[in-house]
């Protein structure tokens, strides 16, 4: 089903109906960034955020996705871990996210932004023009450049110094602190992306940096301020829980250590009974 969707979406990039979504948004458009929830499979394991643009007049309702990538990609894991993996800026109608993650039974949650006309349209703006064909694709970066950090910088640039967002002073984690919180239930990935990744996993990560990972994202933004006629106020003015399914169970006990070990002593047995035939 994520396949079809996929396809189905890179279809609607081509749609010559593209053209006609509005240059301008009416007064009543809204603006919100969604926030779901980890699934099962690996490139699912942190979870995702998404813009969303709904204006009634126009009767437009659209996900912006900086998270679209191609399956069949030749060493999609290792590319997707190295951070060598393309990426691009998907837009399409709501209904097929919502489909999707329905079909996912992935959590999804939305907070709307409290901005006036004028700055609803400079992200409006912003997105359409990262849209454009030979802008919306993008080397992906684990840490530095995703899904979740394209979204802050594109508010932040849209909306320049009136826009404020929250970073916490709360936390010491490194960056592998940070990504084993998801990895517990994928012992497995754990331990191919330390591999894979490296040393650098240890640097400490700031609260800003933190924000590769969507909850962090959604946190920064919870936390965050606007300033409108000369005055801070708070960033987000609505929080809705869209879509709800229980946590997964975490697996057994069977972590990728204990494999290795069983490796290791099979290895020195063989080792040992090739001697004693000597």
């Not at 191919?192 to 969507?214: C, H, N, Q, W």
């Amino acid at each position: 089903m994520r396949q079809i969707l996929f396809f189905f979406i890179i279809l609607l990039q081509l749609n010559p109906l593209h053209a006609f979504y509005p240059d301008s948004l009416s007064a009543d458009a809204e603006v919100s960034l969604l926030t779901i929830s980890p699934g099962d499979e690996l490139y699912m394991g942190f979870g995702h955020s998404a813009v969303r643009v709904v204006d009634p007049q126009n009767r437009l309702d659209r996900i912006y996705n900086y998270g679209t990538f191609s399956f069949d990609e030749p060493g999609f894991y290792i590319k997707f871990c190295r951070g060598q993996l393309d990426y691009q800026l998907s837009a399409y109608d709501y209904k097929y996210a919502y489909l999707m993650y329905t079909r996912e039974e992935r959590s999804m949650k939305e907070q709307v932004f409290r901005m006036t006309p004028q700055m609803k349209q400079a992200v409006y703006e912003a997105l359409e023009t990262n849209h454009l064909k030979e802008n919306r694709r993008y080397r992906y970066d684990f840490f530095f450049d995703n899904c979740a950090t394209r979204i802050r910088d594109i508010f932040e640039s849209a909306l320049g110094e009136s826009f404020t967002i929250y970073e916490s002073n709360d936390r010491d984690l490194t960056f592998r602190n940070y990504i084993d919180q998801y990895l517990v239930p994928m012992q497995w990935a754990d331990f191919g992306i330390d591999l894979v990744l490296g040393a650098k996993t240890d640097y400490p990560a700031s609260a800003r940096e933190a924000m590769f990972l969507p909850d962090y994202l959604f946190e920064g933004f919870d936390k965050a301020t606007i300033k409108i006629d000369g005055q801070n106020q708070q960033f987000v003015k609505e929080h809705k829980q869209i879509l709800t399914y229980p946590e997964k169970e975490m697996p057994g006990v069977n972590t990728p250590y204990l494999y290795l070990w069983q490796l290791f002593l099979m290895l020195c047995y063989s080792e040992s009974s090739a001697f004693s035939g000597l």
